[in-house]
C-alpha cells in the first residue's frame, strides 16, 4: 500500500525559505509522477510542481523560478525547495503521486495517492 507523509511546514516571513519533505512508503517515488499541491480555504486544491519519471518538471506560473521540485530515489523521498516566499504561498501543502505520462499533470484528478498535508504559513 502507497503512504505520503509529509513534512517541512511551518511559518516564515515573506521573503524567507521553506523545504517541504514527502515520504513515501509502499512503492518507489521513481516509478510515479510525482506532485506538490497546495489548498487555501475556500479555493481548490492547486497543482504547485511536477516531476515526471523522466525527470522533466513542471511549475505553476506562480511558483516558477522560486520553488524546485526534487526527487531522492535512495531516500524515496520528494521535496519541495520554496524560496522567496510570498503571503500567497500559505496554505496546506500536499504530495500527490501518479501514473507516469499524465495529460494533465498540475490536475488534482490525475493522481492516485495523497498525502495528509503539511501546513505553510507566510507572513508580510
Known amino acids: 500500500q502507497v503512504r505520503l507523509v509529509e513534512s517541512g511546514g511551518g511559518s516564515v516571513q515573506a521573503g524567507g525559505s521553506l523545504r517541504l519533505s514527502c515520504v513515501m512508503s509502499g512503492y518507489s517515488v521513481r516509478l510515479y509522477t510525482m506532485a506538490w499541491f497546495r489548498q487555501t480555504p475556500g479555493k481548490e486544491r492547486e497543482g504547485v510542481s511536477v516531476?515526471?519519471?523522466?525527470?522533466?518538471?513542471r511549475h505553476a506560473d506562480s511558483t516558477r523560478g522560486r520553488f524546485t521540485i526534487i526527487r531522492d530515489r535512495e531516500k524515496n523521498t520528494l521535496y519541495l525547495q520554496m524560496n522567496d516566499l510570498e503571503p500567497e504561498d500559505s496554505g496546506v501543502y500536499y504530495c500527490?503521486?501518479?501514473?507516469?505520462?499524465?495529460?494533465?499533470?498540475?490536475?488534482?484528478?490525475?493522481?492516485?495517492?495523497w498525502g495528509l498535508g503539511t501546513q505553510v504559513a507566510v507572513s508580510s
Open positions: 500527490a503521486a501518479g501514473a507516469p505520462y499524465l495529460s494533465r499533470p498540475l490536475e488534482t484528478v490525475q493522481y492516485d495517492y
Open positions: 516531476i515526471n519519471i523522466d525527470g522533466t518538471t
